[in-house]
């Protein structure tokens, strides 16, 4: 038993052996840094003389990702080369084929998901296994994203507010700077920004502070803006508000309660009995005395008119 034990561990000190002596990776630059748009070189050599079982790999682990969590992006084997992954257009080798000592790759046309950590890992077992690898970051720049600009809290008369802006891209992460109404907000003894956060507080909100606030987000990239309109409204303004809700509220129900009156009662009215006698003709004779009532009362009109003519005319005499 304890004869096994040795045996497993004295291998395991030659593969440990092996792979120190025959694989060695170097990344010559950790952090490659590039602008959206252009091309990088992503560093990697290796000092050993590939035998035929040489394998080149890269990983890329995007953002923040674990390097070890990274994807296959390139593979070369026995002079078979496979580019799985989204980025393949873009990714070439330099040195073809890589067995050189030369493992770097280029990445074309970068975008901002570049950005992450990558894997070269070479394998070279002549001797059962030789196994070395380096990471590379790459950090693309990008101009700040059109930032949201947010209000957290009430708008009421007398409270504290802030104001949130914020992008969500951006390389060198980007710096906020607010303005109200043309001005920097500096100027303003009553609000307080803060350039890394993006937040800009306003104590005791008063009317004079309704208006338009404009942020703005910069890196040495470029720039980007978003506006947010306050209404300060006071607490009276508030409770008008609340009022006038409550009253539509009413309105509305007062409506409903109507209409399901009416609907009940026309069923009501179907369901009874029809009388029997022909009614409409009858309707339309009992429209007449109406007809002469309403020209009794133009002349009544006329004659109160007359009337009042007359007592004029009097008065003026
Ligand atoms: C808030 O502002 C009003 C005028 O807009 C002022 O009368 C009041 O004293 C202020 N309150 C505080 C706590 O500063």
């Not at 303003?188 to 956060?197: A, H, K």
Request: aromatic share 8%; hydrophobic share 35%; with cysteine.
């Amino acid at each position: 038993m304890f004869q096994r034990y040795l045996l497993v561990f004295s291998i395991g000190l030659i593969f440990f052996k092996d792979a120190v002596i025959t694989v060695d990776v170097t990344i010559p630059e950790n952090t490659v840094v590039g602008k959206t748009g252009s091309n990088v070189i992503l560093p990697c050599i290796y000092s050993s003389t590939p035998g035929s079982q040489f394998v080149l790999e890269w990983k890329f682990a995007p953002g923040k990702t674990a390097p070890s969590d990274g994807r296959q992006i390139y593979y070369y084997s026995n002079g078979q080369t496979y580019k799985p992954g989204s980025q393949s257009e873009r990714l070439s080798i330099s040195a073809t084929p890589p067995v050189t000592g030369i493992a770097s790759i280029h990445l074309n046309n970068i975008i901002s998901s570049d950005s992450g950590s990558y894997v070269c890992e070479v394998n070279n077992p002549p001797d059962f296994s030789g196994t070395g690898s380096g990471i590379v970051k790459l950090i693309v720049q990008v101009p700040p994203s059109t930032p949201t600009c947010q209000l957290n809290g009430k708008a009421i008369a007398g409270s504290d507010v802030t104001l949130m802006c914020s992008s969500a891209e951006g390389y060198p992460t980007p710096v906020y700077s607010w303005t109200f109404a043309g001005s920097k907000v500096s100027s303003f003894p009553s609000m307080l920004e803060n350039e890394i956060s993006g937040s800009l507080l306003i104590t005791n909100i008063s009317q004079a502070n309704s208006g338009t606030y404009q942020c703005l987000a910069t890196n040495d990239q470029g720039t980007a803006t978003c506006d947010l309109t306050v209404s300060v409204t006071t607490a009276a303004d508030a409770g008008t508000i609340a009022g006038v809700v409550v009253g539509v509220l009413l309105a509305i129900l007062l409506i409903v309660a109507v209409a399901i009156y009416i609907l009940c009662y026309r069923r009501k009215q179907k369901k009874a009995p029809k009388p029997d006698y022909p009614g409409n003709e009858i309707r339309e004779d009992a429209m007449s005395p109406g007809m002469r009532e309403g020209r009794r009362s133009s002349q009544t009109d006329s004659y109160l008119l007359n009337n009042a003519a007359t007592r004029h005319e009097s008065m003026v005499v």
